[in-house]
């Protein structure tokens, strides 16, 4: 297994999580991280990305100025906190990686430009 995907749960409307993803991959340095979710009746859609070094994130609309995408490359981990979640984040989590975009460019946020994927990890929000 190359991406791990972690620490979903079940929270309450308001509440915080921080998602985790363990990468194996030789070089995780050189690849950009991103995190999608997915219900069973939307398909898999875009949360947020964060290129090789950290210094150029992107993030869906929708979860703007709550979540925050995070990298530590020394652990091979990339992380997703997650606060003010509410009912509508309710969705199974993944985290992908690609080394198709230098550091020097926003990454990017289809989802057919990643080439490695986690498992998922469910969240689950109740209101």
């Known amino acids: 297994v190359q991406l791990q995907a972690s620490g979903g749960g079940l929270v309450q409307t308001g509440g915080s999580l921080r998602l985790s993803c363990a990468v194996s991959l030789r070089s995780f340095y050189m690849y950009a991280v991103a995190w999608y979710r997915q219900t069973p009746a939307t398909e898999r859609v875009f949360v947020a990305a964060?290129?090789?070094?950290?210094?150029?994130?992107s993030y869906a609309d929708s979860v703007r100025g709550r979540f925050t995408i995070s990298r530590d490359n020394a652990k091979k981990m990339a992380y997703l906190q997650m606060h003010n979640l509410g009912p509508e984040d309710t969705a199974v989590y993944y985290c992908?990686?690609?080394?198709?975009?230098?550091?020097?460019?926003?990454?990017?946020?289809?989802?057919?430009?990643?080439?490695?994927w986690g498992q998922g990890t469910q969240v689950t929000v109740s209101s």
């Open positions: 992908a990686a690609t080394s198709l975009y230098s550091d020097n460019v926003a990454p990017p946020r289809r989802e057919r430009e990643y080439d490695y």
């Open positions: 964060i290129s090789w070094s950290g210094h150029l994130t």
